[in-house]
T-cell receptor, first 113, second 116 residues
Framework: DVKVTQSSRYLVKRTGEKVFLECVQDMDHENMFWYRQDPGLGLRLIYFSYDVKMKEKGDIPEGYSVSREKKERFSLILESASTNQTSMYLC????????????FGEGSWLTVV | AQKITQTQPGMFVQEKEAVTLDCTYDTSDQSYGLFWYKQPSSGEMIFLIYQGSYDEQNATEGRYSLNFQKARKSANLVISASQLGDSAMYFCAMREGSFGNEKLTFGTGTRLTIIP
């Protein structure tokens, strides 16, 4: 069975803290993605990666960075968390064919206080 | 400009009725894919159905079908015989771009509520 696992389901962090959101997939997928989801805005792409050590900015990369040292792991980093980064974060992965389904993790609810 | 537009923020439908969720898209690519996902209150994203831009027939998966009208750039989801468990957020998404630059862009979603 396909599996994308996000390490933390619920987090509460303080403003200014460095936050790591981890994502692991077990499907040998080349592509991995980080989205954030906010009411009324749908899912917005933060960063994506199509290979180890490769990364591309999505639509809203400001305030975020990513790391992909191994194929199965894609980390989202908030260098200095702010309250406007309170959101649901979704990790996803896929093969590199147009028809391939993109598989999502269960999401991480981050609250910055 | 919005790449994916879902104009229905919320819908209420009687159980057992069919429902159509609207989705229009904007792309200049010739090759692209269209997806629908369901998101229950638990937050997980569940893949429902896929339509490729070169597919001539409308995609179907059980009670789900995709009404693909390429010239109108529309990809509506049709759920036949709705059930209470269909209550959820529904997202339309488009995958475009070439190798190494594929992105999946989502609409803002439609919250579907099935009434007993």
């Amino acid at each position: 069975d396909v599996k994308v696992t996000q390490s933390s389901r619920y987090l509460v962090k303080r403003t200014g803290e460095k936050v790591f959101l981890e994502c692991v997939q077990d499907m040998d997928h080349e592509n991995m993605f980080w989205y954030r989801q906010d009411p009324g805005l749908g899912l917005r792409l933060i960063y994506f990666s199509y290979d180890v050590k490769m990364k591309e900015k999505g639509d809203i990369p400001e305030g975020y960075s990513v790391s992909r040292e191994k194929k199965e792991r894609f980390s989202l980093i908030l260098e200095s968390a702010s309250t406007n980064q309170t959101s649901m974060y979704l990790c996803a992965s896929s093969l590199q064919t147009p028809k391939d389904t993109i598989y999502f993790g269960e999401g991480s609810w981050l609250t910055v206080v | 400009a919005q790449k994916i537009t879902q104009t229905q923020p919320g819908m209420f439908v009687q159980e057992k009725e069919a429902v159509t969720l609207d989705c229009t898209y904007d792309t200049s690519d010739q090759s692209y894919g269209l997806f629908w996902y369901k998101q229950p209150s638990s937050g997980e994203m569940i893949f429902l159905i896929y339509q490729g831009s070169y597919d001539e027939q409308n995609a179907t998966e059980g009670r789900y079908s995709l009404n693909f009208q390429k010239a109108r750039k529309s990809a509506n989801l049709v759920i036949s015989a709705s059930q209470l468990g269909d209550s959820a957020m529904y997202f339309c998404a488009m995958r475009e771009g070439s190798f190494g630059n594929e992105k999946l862009t989502f609409g803002t979603g439609t919250r579907l509520t099935i009434i007993p």
